[in-house]
């Protein structure tokens, strides 16, 4: 007999052993058995009863056994319910936001120290990496884009940002186009992008390559692949500060190391982390990215929680932390929330 009902709908004994599930995964790293997870609950059920609720679960996707009798662990579908619909955040107290206030208005008067300061305190409190991004000073619109097709795959760019400002760059294509097929890739982009800002192209090519590529016919494609490494190439201006990275090494998942050769690789690179960052920092509030809903394979066995930090009431950047799927969002949350706000008020006391 299923005892769970569909989906969202889990009735309050298949939440609570879920919660326990994931909170108990959590603090171990290890599978949770039946047997142990009927004593954690603190309900009045039986380890036959706890396997049978936990089939359900697997069967619906919250669970997976990486082994057979080894017991479960959560998916990433299991901890964004858990996150949604379980979780009760432990607000920061009072003492604690004070504590962060006066560790950032010591480096208050050095913007750049300030920020490294702020990514190293992340890390610090976390045990994982905290990364912030630059405040953009200005963030300019796209206006017009020219191609012109140069020897050995090369094209030269011509960019007109805001009303003067003209880029020239040299792209390094997979192959040669026509003059003519670079005219129509330009004249879709300016179709497309004129008047936008560049962090908005930014994060719209990443959704279109995400969501649609599979209807996207070759100029488009090729269009978006171009767009894309103009506008990586302005990304480099707007970086970021991570700090303690290397805590990742300390927890067992993620250990391997090609995996963590992949991870180093995408952080130095920084144009995929900024991607995803810059779409956080349209969003309100706090956002949360777990495992493979950043889009990003190396990040497939970590999560992302950020928030945004204003000047002036404009957001100028993103802090966060990136750690396991199996951080204690409990506390990362409100302490990338507080932070991010501290952050903004240190920025905008120099005013």
Same mark, same amino acid.
């Given at each position: 007999?299923?005892?769970?009902?569909?989906?969202?709908?889990?009735?309050?004994?298949?939440?609570?052993?879920?919660?326990?599930?994931?909170?108990?995964?959590?603090?171990?790293?290890?599978?949770?058995?039946?047997?142990?997870?009927?004593?954690?609950?603190?309900?009045?059920?039986?380890?036959?009863?706890?396997?049978?609720?936990?089939?359900?679960?697997?069967?619906?996707?919250?669970?997976?056994?990486?082994?057979?009798?080894?017991?479960?662990?959560?998916?990433?579908?299991?901890?964004?319910?858990?996150?949604?619909?379980?979780?009760?955040?432990?607000?920061?107290?009072?003492?604690?936001?004070?504590?962060?206030?006066?560790?950032?208005?010591?480096?208050?008067?050095?913007?750049?120290?300030?920020?490294?300061?702020?990514?190293?305190?992340?890390?610090?409190?976390?045990?994982?990496?905290?990364?912030?991004?630059?405040?953009?000073?200005?963030?300019?619109?796209?206006?017009?884009?020219?191609?012109?097709?140069?020897?050995?795959?090369?094209?030269?760019?011509?960019?007109?940002?805001?009303?003067?400002?003209?880029?020239?760059?040299?792209?390094?294509?997979?192959?040669?186009?026509?003059?003519?097929?670079?005219?129509?890739?330009?004249?879709?982009?300016?179709?497309?992008?004129?008047?936008?800002?560049?962090?908005?192209?930014?994060?719209?090519?990443?959704?279109?390559?995400?969501?649609?590529?599979?209807?996207?016919?070759?100029?488009?494609?090729?269009?978006?692949?171009?767009?894309?490494?103009?506008?990586?190439?302005?990304?480099?201006?707007?970086?970021?500060?991570?700090?303690?990275?290397?805590?990742?090494?300390?927890?067992?998942? #993620?250990?391997? =190391?090609?995996?963590? $050769?992949?991870?180093? @690789?995408?952080?130095?690179?920084?144009? &995929? !982390?900024?991607?995803? +960052?810059?779409?956080?920092?349209?969003?309100?509030?706090?956002?949360?990215?777990?495992?493979?809903?950043?889009?990003?394979?190396?990040?497939?066995?970590?999560?992302?929680?950020?928030?945004?930090?204003?000047?002036?009431?404009?957001?100028?950047?993103? #802090?966060?932390? =990136?750690?396991?799927? $199996?951080?204690?969002? @409990?506390?990362?949350?409100?302490?990338? &929330? !507080?932070?991010?706000? +501290?952050?903004?008020?240190?920025?905008?006391?120099?005013?």
């Amino acid at each position: 007999m299923n005892t769970v009902p569909a989906d969202k709908h889990l009735n309050e004994r298949a939440r609570h052993l879920l919660r326990a599930l994931v909170e108990r995964y959590i603090r171990e790293g290890q599978p949770v058995g039946s047997r142990m997870l009927s004593r954690d609950s603190g309900m009045d059920v039986s380890p036959a009863t706890v396997r049978n609720v936990m089939a359900d679960l697997e069967d619906m996707g919250f669970v997976s056994s990486p082994h057979p009798s080894a017991g479960r662990v959560p998916t990433v579908k299991g901890y964004r319910f858990f996150v949604d619909s379980l979780l009760e955040v432990q607000p920061l107290t009072e003492g604690e936001i004070k504590s962060l206030r006066d560790k950032l208005l010591t480096n208050q008067d050095n913007p750049q120290i300030l920020l490294a300061s702020t990514s190293n305190l992340l890390s610090a409190i976390t045990r994982m990496a905290g990364v912030v991004t630059l405040p953009r000073r200005d963030d300019p619109s796209w206006r017009q884009i020219e191609f012109l097709p140069l020897s050995d795959n090369r094209v030269l760019t011509i960019l007109v940002l805001n009303q003067r400002e003209v880029q020239n760059r040299i792209l390094y294509l997979d192959r040669s186009y026509s003059a003519d097929f670079l005219r129509e890739t330009a004249n879709y982009l300016n179709e497309q992008f004129s008047g936008c800002s560049l962090s908005e192209i930014r994060t719209r090519l990443v959704n279109e390559l995400r969501e649609t590529r599979a209807s996207l016919n070759e100029m488009m494609l090729t269009a978006v692949h171009m767009a894309e490494q103009v506008c990586a190439g302005d990304a480099r201006e707007d970086s970021y500060v991570m700090a303690g990275e290397t805590n990742l090494m300390d927890f067992a998942e #993620l250990s391997e =190391i090609e995996r963590l $050769r992949q991870l180093f @690789d995408a952080f130095n690179e920084k144009r &995929d !982390i900024l991607h995803l +960052l810059d779409q956080c920092a349209s969003a309100e509030g706090v956002q949360i990215f777990i495992g493979e809903e950043s889009g990003y394979n190396v990040l497939d066995d970590l999560s992302v929680v950020t928030a945004p930090y204003s000047v002036d009431d404009r957001v100028v950047g993103v #802090l966060g932390v =990136i750690g396991p799927t $199996r951080m204690a969002y @409990d506390r990362v949350i409100p302490i990338v &929330d !507080i932070t991010a706000k +501290l952050l903004g008020a240190a920025l905008n006391s120099r005013h």
